[in-house]
C-alpha cells in the first residue's frame, strides 16, 4: 500500500488524495525509474481542471512522451500508449490470480469525481466512458481519435490488475467470445443448409435461388405458392 509523501498515513486504493491531509500524491509513476518534464506545456487541456497539460517523458525505451495535469495529476495517453506502458512496467506475468483480482477490485472505491463525462484533451468533444479490459475495475474515457485520460489513481490500479493476470484473463475472455460467435455462425449456415419440409418442386430452381435463404425455415405452403407465382410470371 502506498503512503502520503507528506504525512506518511496510507493511501486509500484508487486514489492519489490522503484522507488524513488532503495532499495529493503523484504516486502512479512511482514504478518508473525516470521520467523529465518538459518545460514548455502541452496545447492539451485538462478535463478536470481547464489547465494547460505538463507533457513528460518517461524514458521508457527511448522517448515516451504522455501528458500530465499538475493538479490533479491525472493522465493523457495517445492511442496504443497506455497499453504500452503497462506491457514496460508489468512484465513475467504468466498465471491468472483470480482471487487477487478479486480482492484488488473488492477494495476499490469510487474515484474522487463519481460518474462524470469529461472532454477530449484534444478536442473537447466528450469522451466515451469503457471498462478497461476484463475485470479491472477501472472506468477509462475514451476518445477514439485521440487518446485514453485516466484520473489519479487508476493507473496504479491498472499496474496491480496486471500484476494479477487481468490482461491473461481478458485475452482469454476474447477467445472464448470469438469461439462462440463461429459457432453461433456455424449453426445458422447448417440450419440454412437444411432441406425445406415437405418440398417436393421439381421444375427449374434458378430463378428461386434468390428466395431460398430468406424461406429455408419457413412454411412450406408459402414456399410453394411463391414457386408457382414465379412460374406464371416467367412463362
Known sequence: MANCSNCSAPLPPN???CDYCGSRNDIDLKGI?????HEVDSTRVCP???IPLQTIDLKLDGRF????CDECLGLFFDPGELEALLEATVANVFAIDRSRLDTINTALRPNDYGVSYVKCPVCATIMNRINFGTKSGVIVDRCKEHGVWLDGGELRHLFEWMKAGGKLLDQERQEQRKKNEAEQERERRDRLAQPIPGGNYQGDD????DYGSVLRMGDPDLFHLIRKAIDFFTR
Not at 512522451?65 to 500530465?68: A, F, N
Not at 434458378?206 to 435461388?209: G, I, T, W
Open 15 to 17: 486514489s492519489i488524495r
Open 33 to 37: 525509474n525516470y521520467y523529465t518534464t
Open 48 to 50: 478536470r481542471c481547464a
Open 65 to 68: 512522451l504522455i501528458e500530465r
Open 206 to 209: 434458378s430463378s428461386f435461388d
